[in-house]
């Protein structure tokens, strides 16, 4: 199979008109970002192919707008960051995209920067469409994307553009996530414990089988365990829980059986009457029926401690609690610390990875150290599902 080509400091760029696709789809409240993670990851490139002289027009997507032209998901915040960072002049495109914008971007001088107001704002982004895709190609001589967590969308700017050009490759970022995460499925240092939250089983089932066969401990946690949980014959009053998930449940028990991988889901748990309550730990058969779990509790914390010593590779995706109220955030601070602990001594590769992961995370001011800490969410989770990602695929 062909591999993928990917951008080095042999590619000549001065003087020509680079198209690099980003992630830069950060949570913004009230036009404040606040997250500034995958917007500094990208930084690097941005200010070399500005030293190296080129032309640089980034393509860029923010939330969902569903193809309209909706404020609220505009990359206007992201300009102004992006402004403070770079010493290199940039501009806001937020015109039309057409035959001419290669004519109106016309301006652009060697090391200078453009950013395009958010790319789905426009419908045929999201339907992959050709001639819009063609438009945006004759915007430069060279693509590169630098966006893996949109690498599993086949979508204009991801996919149908790279058709449509004759010098395309992968940045940095795309390169580290690929080969680290390629690492665990392929390279992985036994034993392996995979880490899995989230609210839904049915969006990670296929993930869930998939690393089974391939790891010694999955760790279920989030809102995610309930259902393994009440699964159990456990009361879990009224917390989160997904309709229909018993056969799933019972194939992932039946699957990893077979593997021999051990499943572990909490052992007591962080409760509340509300999402904005306060919180108090408690056994799993204690939970009265006006409460919901919105953590995982101290003897669950101890017990992942001991998993995670064991380990030798770790893959976490998802957080352990509802991270957005404070209170609920030990369980997934606490992983954190232990996971970076481990890779500081060197005894531990750790993969983590997914939005809702790192915003959890930099939620604490502490600096942890992770082998390879991923911005991807769905791209992550379909690449370990071993799908084909359009995304790579076209790069290829």
């Known amino acids: 199979m062909k591999s993928i080509k990917y951008f080095d400091d042999q590619v000549e760029v001065s003087n020509k008109l680079v198209v690099l696709r980003l992630d830069l789809n950060v949570p913004i409240k009230d ?30 997507h923010l939330g969902r707008p569903q193809g309209k032209k909706d404020l609220k998901f505009s990359l206007k915040p992201v300009f102004d960051y992006l402004k403070k960072k770079l010493v290199s002049n940039i501009f806001f495109y937020t015109d039309e995209i057409s035959g001419s914008t290669k004519n109106k971007l016309a301006f652009l001088k060697e ?44 979508q204009a700017s991801i996919h149908n553009i790279a058709n449509h050009m004759d010098k395309k490759f992968g940045g940095p970022l795309l390169y580290k996530e690929v080969g680290s995460i390629s690492k665990v499925l392929n390279n992985s240092k036994n034993p392996v414990t995979c880490i899995i939250g989230g609210s839904k089983i049915s969006t990670k089932i296929n993930v869930l089988i998939n690393l089974i066969k391939k790891v010694d401990y999955i760790i279920i946690v989030g809102a995610m365990a309930n259902n393994f949980i009440k699964y159990k014959g456990i009361n879990i009053g009224k917390s989160l829980v997904e309709n229909n998930s018993i056969k799933m449940i019972k194939k992932i028990y039946s699957i990893s059986k077979n593997s021999n991988c051990k499943i572990f889901i909490p052992e007591d748990c962080v409760i509340s009457n509300d999402f904005y309550g306060s919180g108090t730990n408690k056994d799993l058969n204690s939970i009265k029926d006006e409460e919901m779990i919105l953590d995982i509790g101290s003897k669950t914390v101890k017990k992942i401690y001991e998993i995670i010593d064991k380990s030798n590779t770790i ?28 890779t500081k001594k060197k005894s531990l590769i750790s993969i983590v ?21 991923s911005t991807a969410g769905g791209a992550f989770l379909e690449f370990l599902e071993g799908k084909d990602l359009p995304g790579l695929n076209v790069l290829k």
């Open 31 to 60: 036009k404040k970002i606040q997250d500034f993670t995958r917007i500094d990851l990208c930084l690097p490139l941005i200010k070399n192919l500005s030293k190296k002289k080129a032309k640089t027009i980034i393509i860029s």
């Open 111 to 154: 090391g200078e920067v453009v950013l395009i107001e958010n790319i789905r704002f426009y419908p045929n982004e999201l339907k992959d469409d050709v001639s819009f895709a063609k438009n945006l190609a004759t915007l430069g001589e060279i693509f590169i994307n630098d966006a893996f967590a949109c690498a599993h969308r086949k």
């Open 315 to 342: 893959l976490w995706n998802g957080p352990a609690g509802y991270f957005e109220n404070r209170r609920f955030l030990n369980g997934t601070l606490s992983i954190a610390e232990k996971i970076s602990e481990n």
């Open 353 to 373: 990875g997914g939005g809702d992961t790192i915003s959890a995370i930099n939620k604490s001011k502490k600096k942890y150290n992770f082998t390879h800490l």
